[in-house]
């Protein structure tokens, strides 16, 4: 936050309703996906939601002797939060026929200068992307805090200077301040792999596409975001199309988070009740020890 303000003061970008050419340049951007993408999410959030509260309600009474189910419910709460957000993201663009929401591009090109500037998608990804790397680290791989502190601040910080790069004239400081963000990337995707390494050394037996599947994922997904916003830096995509491959990526990025946990969750309900029927059970305690030992997914 006090980075993001601190950026703000300094390049002092012009709000898209004072520049005619932002403003005009908005009108003629289509709406009609935004409304149909903010459709979809509210039926998934209402899902998300659904099944939250009924599990609360299901877990309720165990709550008190199984200490671990209240940990399962979490990553639940984050998805929903994660959905509403990027609901109300899409919701501003529908209702929005003023560009309140964007700022005007100042980067000393004719053809860039005075194009919209979504600044409510930086905003989104600064709330999202901390909820994505803390279900990806700490609930998908059991990483400690400390761990997931550092990709997390670095991975804003750089979508913070990505922003800032929109309002930068001089071009060698723009190219600077590009390579600093896509440094940033590497360092936070080198961590990211950290996370999967040392899960796979405390649980050899996991399978890729189990657990760190998220987190190698988001890697990958997070790279997509660069190139796009690469190619519109130096105007190879327009405002719209840009706009419309993060629109894909935000929304496709929050259904796998919750695909890979429903997965996650059926599988350890299944071995809680594996581990109970052992605690209960000496005949099935024994016949479970001639099997394999008990995995995750």
Request: neutral net charge; contains cysteine; aromatic residues 12%.
């Amino acid at each position: 936050m006090i980075l993001a303000l601190i950026v703000y003061a300094s390049v002092r970008p012009e709000w898209c309703t004072d520049v005619e050419r932002c403003t005009a340049a908005h009108a003629d951007i289509p709406y009609i996906y935004h409304a149909c993408t903010a459709s979809a999410l509210c039926a998934v959030l209402l899902h998300e939601i659904a099944c939250l509260c009924l599990a609360c309600r299901a877990a309720n009474s165990a709550m008190r002797i199984i200490n671990s189910i209240r940990e399962t419910l979490l990553p639940s709460v984050f998805l929903c939060v994660s959905f509403l957000v990027l609901f109300f993201e899409n919701i501003v663009f529908v209702i929005g026929t003023s560009p309140w929401h964007a700022h005007s591009m100042r980067v000393g090109d004719r053809k860039l200068d005075g194009e919209p500037v979504y600044t409510v998608i930086y905003v989104e990804w600064l709330v999202n992307v901390p909820i994505l790397l803390i279900l990806a680290g700490k609930y998908a791989l059991s990483r400690p805090t400390a761990e997931i502190a550092r990709p997390l601040l670095v991975t804003n910080a750089y979508i913070i200077l990505a922003w800032t790069a929109h309002f930068i004239p001089s071009s060698a400081g723009r190219m600077a301040t590009v390579a600093a963000c896509f440094a940033m990337y590497a360092w936070s995707s080198y961590d990211m792999i950290r996370w999967v390494t040392r899960f796979h050394s405390d649980h050899p037996d996991a399978k890729l596409f189990g657990r760190p599947f998220l987190s190698i994922s988001l890697i990958v997904i997070f790279g997509i975001y660069g190139m796009v916003y690469l190619c519109r830096q130096y105007g190879a995509l327009s405002t719209s199309t840009e706009k419309m491959c993060f629109m894909v990526m935000d929304t496709s990025s929050k259904l796998l988070a919750s695909m890979a946990f429903a997965g996650l969750r059926s599988s350890q309900y299944h071995n809680m009740l594996l581990r109970m029927a052992v605690n209960t059970n000496t005949v099935f305690q024994r016949q479970l020890r001639e099997e394999e030992p008990l995995m995750d997914w």
